[in-house]
């Protein structure tokens, strides 16, 4: 390998490096303890030293170097993992640079004409992945090092490396870690003792940070039933979330086809770097889901700023973060406010002040925002004008033009009165939002800070509350920007037959029957429509159980348009793979779940140490909102506030029901009497401020004489209790657990599949469990490794019957075939493997499963 050229001084390394030919201009050396006459105690000396030092000879053990007659001063220029690789680049030399050498005048001259050639070859040869790091000439070293080491296909990509040690029980191993797009790989060689270790990120259950007497910091990595402990690190934190979203993005590409394609900068193995790729991709995500923007979005450029609030009189620090098509702030807690304006409200921006770098970005409303203190604000002035040029009115046009707006709230007549006494809390509520509307703002650019908050949890007015989950959701945006594509959607999916329409036409009379909207086919005819546009729009998805559920009630306080965009944000935004066959999203925030239960409530971990339990009752809590649990007037509260604060409001609210049922659950024998703890506390929660009638199951007969020795529990006082005891949660460490968990549960899915495999295919054939395991792994192996150097999975889909996810082409066929039977060196081989193919492939669709796999074992291998 070529290197940028970097003076050395050999002074104090005569006594590592052998000189084995030279001339007047290049010297080639071997280190001590390499090639002949190695080994021995100098070789272990040596190969420990090369191994913790880092420098090109702890995998290069020769060299090049260039010296000029007239000069001391000699610099390195090439090295090598073996003679053949080092004698190669001695050949070029000698061909290539010797005679042209001859013709300078001055050591100087012939030092930078060597340089400059030298140079040269190593930007043609360089590979874009050693072009966008920082340090393209160490990550050239690194790679070579990995290379050499893992022996791993020439497609795999190396992202980053990092000094550590690795724990062999309490003995710690200094060495390297190297982080792949496909594996984890550790290198470590100590006095003739090597450790190398190589793992597939789709091998592992658990990744996290961990601490204990012996190890103050370490990465805790579980793989195929082994811990493993990497510690000593210099950046633990970075190192930790680069492994973090490596694992993320092989789970993605396994098991989430659809979306994996969607995202440019993950599609592509060889592309993907450090710098460039994983940390933008990380900085992209957590800014849409902070503002609740677009998936579409991505962070461009931040600025550091004060931005004057009105109300609070004062200005407050924080950052500017401008994407595309909007410019956001939140201040730097993050909690004091923060505010979202699209470029389709900007109408204008001023610099008022040079002295003061500030700017004024005026709004539709007759609002105006000033940031000052903005290091760069005529860049950003500039940037914001060009980007309001692009943008659309912020008037949804299409809405006019919409066929399917139907607002449901206009067609349902109650048949009882309010009380006056509810109409007048109804209409304080409202004044308290007007309020906050002259000091805040209203519509998309209003400040969002602790009061509204504080608002919310009260409880919305009913009149507000569509406009303000569009708001807080983040649908307001997705509807502005895509006029007129419910509509198309709608038209374009009436009248289709799948599978999803049947199971929207079966469950459209259980969504709420109780409920006066959807008793006449006013309701059901937007529900239907809503449901089908989506199942149309998101196939992957389709149609999900608890969908009709979520989507009645939102199409009670949303007109329909406004509703789908609602199902959207949550379904692909807020709740994401939630509603799929696999429900892996709600799988995963039970698992949070259930730590946060070990971390909070501690009585209730004592008594209960199985705490699957909650997460199996628990499950339908998340996937409705509590709406499938709770009277409707009730749940609409924490619809609301679900929407301002994402699944961190289910969590703490989830938490504040165990606890205040804590004495009954931790009394109770058995599960069956701790769900009628529950489903009793659920039946007595009640909306004393509700303007709305109660509805039928709580004034349902059977319930009744059960319930009145139970107190009433007020829904607004269940979730500012929730807020108060746990309401200190961030939700960046909440996606931090679900990434923790994520994992776990696919490897736990997994794991299902494997046994459900192996149970079917066990009737099958004569192999004895452990062989039958044996073979499930090796043809798993298989059938992902066709595809690892690939944009995805061609042949796998958790869709399918689980005999069916895992299935083998022709090629890998034929290498497993070749591994497992005797034959594999005769002469005939590759007829014979086409043969056994193709007598399996009964579909003729050019794979083969699991099943049929073993059973051509089963009949062609020899008995014992």
Request: glycine share 4%.
């Amino acid at each position: 390998m070529w290197l940028k050229p970097e003076e050395i001084l050999l002074k104090n390394a005569f006594k590592l490096w052998v000189t084995e030919k030279g001339n007047d201009y290049f010297v080639l050396q071997r280190r001590r303890g390499y090639g002949e006459g190695g080994g021995g105690l100098t070789g272990l000396l040596v190969g420990t030293l090369d191994t913790m030092l880092d420098s090109t000879s702890k995998v290069a053990p020769f060299r090049i170097l260039h010296q000029t007659p007239d000069s001391q001063v000699y610099w390195s220029i090439a090295c090598g993992g073996t003679k053949e690789e080092i004698s190669q680049h001695w050949e070029w030399l000698e061909k290539n640079i010797m005679r042209t050498l001859s013709v300078f005048d001055s050591s100087d001259d012939i030092t930078s004409f060597v340089q400059g050639k030298i140079r040269g070859l190593i930007a043609e040869e360089g590979k874009v992945s050693c072009v966008q790091e920082d340090d393209p000439e160490k990550f050239r070293e690194a790679l070579l090092r990995f290379e050499k080491w893992f022996d791993l296909p020439q497609k795999e990509k190396l992202v980053t490396y990092y000094s550590c040690s690795y724990w062999r029980g309490r003995v710690p191993c200094q060495g390297w870690l190297y982080l792949s797009t496909n594996f984890l790989s550790f290198y470590s060689y100590l006095l003739g003792s090597e450790v190398k270790l190589v793992i597939s990120w789709n091998e592992i259950w658990r990744l996290e940070k961990t601490s204990n007497v012996i190890l103050t910091e370490s990465i805790h990595v579980l793989a195929n039933g082994e811990d493993h402990f990497f510690s000593m690190f210099l950046h633990l934190n970075e190192t930790f979330l680069i492994m973090e979203q490596l694992a993320d993005y092989s789970i993605k590409r396994l098991f989430d086809k659809e979306t994996f394609q969607e995202e440019p900068s993950l599609s592509d193995p060889l592309q993907i770097t450090k710098r460039y790729c994983l940390e933008t991709h990380a900085r992209n995500e957590q800014f849409r889901a902070f503002f609740r923007l677009p998936k579409e979005e991505n962070l461009l450029e931040v600025y550091e700023s004060f931005l004057w609030v009105p109300f609070s009189h004062f200005n407050t620090l924080g950052k500017i973060c401008l994407s595309e098509s909007y410019l956001c702030f939140a201040s730097q807690d993050g909690s004091q406010c923060h505010v979202i304006i699209p470029m389709r409200e900007v109408i204008g921006v001023e610099k008022p002040d040079r002295s003061s770098r500030a700017l004024i970005v005026c709004v539709r409303g007759k609002r105006a925002l000033r940031f000052s203190e903005v290091r760069d604000f005529e860049r950003l002035a500039n940037a914001i004008r060009r980007r309001c040029g692009m943008t659309a009115s912020p008037q949804h046009s299409a809405s006019t033009e919409v066929t399917y707006c139907f607002d449901l709230s206009q067609h349902v007549k109650y048949p009882l009165h309010f009380p006056h006494t509810q109409k007048l809390k109804e209409k304080m509520k409202e004044q308290s939002w007007n309020i906050h509307f002259s000091e805040y703002g209203r519509g998309t650019s209003m400040f969002c800070t602790k009061k509204t908050r504080d608002l919310i949890v009260r409880g919305i007015p009913e009149a507000l509350r569509g406009e303000l989950w569009m708001l807080f959701s983040g649908a307001v945006n997705d509807m502005a920007t895509n006029p007129g594509y419910y509509s198309e959607l709608v038209d374009q999916s009436l009248g289709t037959s799948t599978l999803a329409t049947d199971e929207i036409e079966r469950d459209l009379h259980r969504s709420l029957p109780e409920h006066p909207a959807f008793q006449s086919d006013t309701g059901i005819s937007a529900l239907r429509r809503v449901l089908t546009a989506y199942a149309y729009r998101n196939p992957k998805i389709g149609y999900c159980q608890a969908m009709n559920i979520l989507t009645s009630v939102l199409l009670l306080y949303a007109k329909e348009e406004e509703a789908f965009w609602l199902l959207v944000a949550v379904c692909e935004r807020m709740l994401p793979d939630y509603f799929n066959r696999r429900i892996i999203g709600a799988l995963v925030d039970q698992a949070v779940f259930e730590e946060l239960i070990r971390m909070h409530l501690t009585q209730l971990t004592e008594h209960m140490t199985d705490l699957t339990f909650f997460s199996s009752v628990s499950l339908s809590w998340f996937l409705t909102l509590f709406i499938s649990v709770l009277p409707i007037e009730s749940a609409v509260n924490v619809v609301d506030c679900f929407f301002y604060d994402g699944i961190k409001a289910i969590l703490q609210l989830g938490l504040a029901v165990l606890d205040y049922n804590m004495e009954g659950l931790i009394s109770s024998h058995d599960d069956a009497e701790a769900v009628t703890i529950l489903n009793k506390f659920f039946d007595n929660v009640t909306n004393k401020d509700s303007p709305l009638p109660q509805t039928v199951q709580q004034n349902s007969v059977g319930n009744n004489d059960k319930a009145s020795s139970i107190s009433k529990v007020d829904v607004s006082d269940l979730i500012k209790e929730a807020y108060e005891k746990y309401g200190d949660m961030k939700s960046e460490e909440v996606e931090s657990m679900r990434k923790r968990n994520k994992l776990y549960v696919i490897q736990t899915l997994e794991d299902t599949t494997k046994q459900n495999v192996l149970r079917v295919v066990s009737q099958e054939v004569k192999f004895s469990a452990s062989q039958l395991d044996e073979l499930y792994v090796l043809f798993k192996v298989g059938a992902i490794s066709q595809s690892l150097f690939s944009n995805m999975l061609l042949h796998h889909d958790p869709s399918l019957a689980y005999l069916e996810q895992y299935q083998l082409g022709f090629h890998q066929f034929s290498l497993l075939f070749s591994l497992l039977e005797p034959w594999s060196l005769c002469s005939g081989k590759d007829t014979l493997f086409l043969w056994a193919f193709r007598l399996l492939d009964e579909n003729q669709d050019g794979l083969v499963n699991f099943k049929e796999f073993c059973c051509a074992l089963g009949k062609v291998t020899p008995a014992r």
